[in-house]
């Protein structure tokens, strides 16, 4: 013989136990507690503060022209054939330099919610990056890359949050479970607006090179201030480091930085002997300026290494763009000089595309 249960004495029993969890004291206590932080950290008008990578950019990429120098003869020359959404290709040659090889062929295409960049040069060395935006604060990045040769592979999945007041990420490099256990290195970071002038953040790094090998870690931490025309920053690394920088705006057209990097023997933080190498006692302070004139656009830097370096921006027509570059090291007494000649083909619909597309949302970069 079947029992049937009233609906109505479901639902009583049902919303009894929901008022349990949602009502009771602790937990109203909490709801409490953060309702009356959210309040206080609004009221504050925080900005957001960037990224712990991007704690000096003002100075390292800006200003500084460490990953824009280069050596021998290049060729650049890219054509866009839309604008919303983005997508271009390039082809790069190079001669004499260093570090780039002869021919890289690149295509990128991107919307407000897809970013897509990939490269591969004459030895079939591929790279590629894919961006989604998974909502308006929540970003994932992956990275691969693969070159002929073993070891050359790396996999790199991320994700960043971006909230009002702070940004967090987590990165993996290599990450694998196949071995019987987790390898790989991951790292986590967390900036903090905690006024409006002043951020706080750290930075941890977790690894295991194998399972046969135990894990190693390590943390950093971050701290930066924004004047009204100046921003200073400073880094306590996890090796026994430390690394500040300054940056300000002399005038409308002129930005100057200075960054100093020391290494400490001894101080290593967070278990990271193993992880970064025994300590160092050694220094180095860069300082850089940045000229920027209606067409052009120059850079020059010297560090107390003895490096001295320039770099020269000039777009000679619309869609032409003429660079130079050198570098003097006075201490090896060796010098570098770099040409480079950039071409940018675009057609009558691509640019009124572009005219159209200003007030659009950006791509995931």
């Not at 971050?222 to 920053?233: E, F, L, N, Q, T």
């Not at 300590?279 to 010297?302: I, N, P």
Request: net charge neutral.
């Amino acid at each position: 013989m079947s029992t049937t249960i009233p609906v109505n004495n479901l639902s009583e029993k049902e919303n009894a136990a929901l008022d349990f969890f949602s009502q009771n004291a602790v937990v109203s206590t909490l709801r409490d507690t953060y309702l009356s932080f959210s309040a206080r950290r609004e009221a504050l008008g925080l900005s957001n503060p960037g990224t712990v990578d991007n704690i000096a950019k003002e100075v390292q990429r800006d200003v500084f022209l460490n990953n824009l120098t280069f050596s021998g003869l290049r060729a650049d020359l890219t054509k866009a054939f839309s604008v919303a959404p983005l997508f271009q290709v390039s082809h790069a040659f190079s001669q004499g330099s260093q570090g780039l090889p002869p021919y890289t062929f690149a295509a990128l295409y991107g919307s407000p919610q897809v970013f897509l960049q990939a490269n591969i040069d004459n030895d079939l060395a591929l790279s590629g990056r894919f961006n989604y935006r998974l909502s308006t604060n929540m970003i994932t990045k992956t990275s691969i890359q693969l070159a002929p040769g073993p070891g050359q592979a790396m996999f790199s999945p991320e994700i960043d949050y971006t909230g009002s007041d702070f940004s967090a990420s987590i990165k993996s490099m290599n990450p694998s479970f196949l071995d019987g256990g987790l390898t790989g290195i991951f790292i986590g970071s967390y900036l903090q607006s905690v006024t409006p002038r002043l951020s706080l953040g750290l930075e941890a790094v977790w690894q295991r090179a194998a399972v046969g090998y135990g894990p190693e870690h390590a943390v950093s931490y971050a701290a930066r201030y924004k004047g009204d025309d100046w921003i200073a920053s400073a880094q306590l690394l996890a090796q026994g480091g430390v690394q500040t920088s300054y940056w300000r705006r002399l005038t409308d057209k002129v930005e100057a930085g200075v960054d100093a990097n020391l290494q400490f023997a001894g101080l290593g933080l967070g278990g990271a002997g193993g992880m970064m190498g025994g300590g160092r006692k050694e220094g180095v302070a860069t300082l850089g300026a940045k000229y920027d004139f209606r067409a052009s656009s120059f850079r020059a830097q010297v560090d107390s290494q003895g490096k001295l370096g320039c770099l020269l921006e000039k777009r000679v027509a619309p869609p032409v763009q003429v660079t130079f570059a050198g570098e003097l090291d006075h201490v090896k007494n060796t010098a570098k000089i770099g040409l480079a000649v950039s071409i940018e083909a675009a057609g009558d619909e691509v640019m009124e595309q572009q005219e159209k597309a200003n007030s659009a949302p950006p791509p995931p970069f």
